[in-house]
């Protein structure tokens, strides 16, 4: 909000008066920051009338540039199907990006959340053509779907304008086939309760299913305040997740893992310590994703179709890659978990090494902290050390962590690195590394 109650678009109010120094301070410990930007401008908004000058609004049938009430007041919606409009603020995002350079943008309520204010009146006019060119005029209600890759892309244009080489990093609420070209995606306003934590688990597994494969969650619950039990648990199936990160409203109480004191803290804390050790494998998974389409989490019977046990398994468990199988935990005060392990291959407790026969149901201990995890027999597994963020510094040592095929089978797990930034690896500036086992007969 502005200092006059009104809520603006790429605007900083008082709170931040010094939004260059705070960009330069928290990158020099690691911290990244992007901005929320939604997709209107409010009335009080001095961008509002240039806007709304220009004809850069959605319109009504009448070619009236519509006004819709939303939660804080009244907007006009950017109509990202017009050209004129889709140039217009592209350049208010690389000034505001010229002005303050943050990492990224973050593009919320671009369903677009209009409480169903634009209905069937909306007209999208493609390529900014008006009045005598029907033959450009789209129902809002036939395009809707389609609203937040006009925007994203276009941020995502953005962001390339401004930083030339380096891969965009855009996060969008809504999706539809093709999103995942430009942005990254969550799953919006969830609660802090158990049923939303052990629902986001199938919700992500089926969006990442359906060709969305960065996709993540509030972890925690984006409304009201969850308990240290409720926040751990959720911490450890979401470590498995491409897009990890705690988030909720403003009114609520303050969830950083330290606010739960040393104990859950140290939980937490360890939690997103393995996440960083894991980080090899967890990349190379998502270079993968962006190659062949298949993403980090995947339902079990994707990789196991052969096995009917999977057609029917718990919808709370999920891949992590080929070679991990997770299970979250979702109820209070649960201390162990079954799991279905599907036929074909043998398993092993990741953390006690036991090694189990697939096609059969195996209970792990699940204490506080640490999520039941199995690798499947000839699973190969990179790990760094811990970092505090990504790329802190250059690892000098990986551990290679394996789990025994059977006598006589092969296995093998082709490491991915580059950069992590740039494009550079579309020039060949990236290292692929194949690390190979065989058992032979003892």
């Not at 939303?70 to 409009?85: H, L, N, Q, R």
């Not at 070209?181 to 306003?189: K, M, V």
């Not at 962590?401 to 490491?415: C, I, K």
Request: hydrophobic share 35%; charged share 20%.
């Amino acid at each position: 909000y502005y200092e006059d109650g009104t809520l603006r678009q790429l605007t900083f109010n008082y709170n931040f008066p010094n939004v260059p120094g705070m960009i330069n301070y928290t990158g020099q410990r690691g911290v990244k920051l992007i901005p929320l930007v939604e997709p209107w401008l409010s009335t009080g908004d001095p961008k509002w009338g240039e806007a709304y000058g220009q004809l850069h609004f959605i319109k009504d049938y009448d070619l009236n540039q519509m006004i819709t009430p939303i939660y804080f007041g009244s907007v006009s919606w950017i109509d990202f199907s017009s050209s004129p409009a889709r140039s217009w603020w592209r350049g208010k995002l690389v000034n505001f990006l010229n002005q303050y350079p943050l990492a990224g943008i973050w593009n919320d309520l671009n369903e677009p959340a209009d409480n169903e204010a634009i209905g069937r009146n909306g007209q999208y006019w493609l390529d900014g053509r008006y009045p005598n060119q029907w033959d450009s005029r789209r129902f809002h209600l036939n395009e809707k779907n389609v609203y937040n890759i006009r925007e994203t892309s276009l941020t995502y244009e953005a962001l390339l304008q401004k930083y030339p080489g380096k891969r965009p990093f855009v996060l969008s609420r809504a999706g539809f086939p093709g999103i995942q070209r430009y942005a990254l995606g969550w799953s919006g306003d969830n609660v802090a309760s158990w049923d939303h934590c052990r629902h986001n688990i199938r919700l992500g597994v089926s969006v990442m299913s359906s060709g969305q494969a960065n996709y993540g969650h509030d972890v925690g619950g984006f409304v009201g305040n969850p308990s240290a039990e409720l926040n751990t648990r959720w911490h450890e199936w979401a470590s498995m997740t491409p897009f990890f990160r705690s988030h909720s409203i403003k009114d609520n109480e303050q969830r950083e893992p330290w606010r739960y004191g040393d104990y859950y803290g140290g939980l937490m804390r360890n939690i997103i310590k393995f996440r960083y050790q894991l980080m090899p494998y967890l990349y190379t998974l998502a270079h993968q994703s962006s190659v062949d389409g298949i993403p980090m989490n995947t339902p079990t019977v994707m990789h196991f179709q052969d096995d009917p046990g999977t057609h029917y398994q718990n919808d709370y468990d999920f891949m992590v890659g080929d070679n991990l199988l997770a299970s979250g935990v979702y109820e209070q005060g649960a201390s162990q978990r079954w799991t279905y392990l599907p036929a074909g291959t043998d398993w092993y407790n990741f953390y006690t090494g036991e090694k189990l026969a697939g096609g059969n149901w195996a209970m792990q201990q699940a204490p506080l902290g640490r999520i039941p995890l199995y690798a499947r027999a000839g699973a190969i597994v990179p790990m760094g050390p811990s970092m505090a963020y990504a790329n802190q510094f250059q690892p000098d040592f990986m551990d290679i962590h394996v789990w025994p095929a059977p006598e006589g089978f092969a296995s093998s797990f082709t490491l991915y690195e580059d950069d992590g930034e740039t494009f550079d690896f579309l020039g060949g500036e990236y290292a692929k590394t194949v690390f190979e086992t065989y058992k032979s007969a003892s």
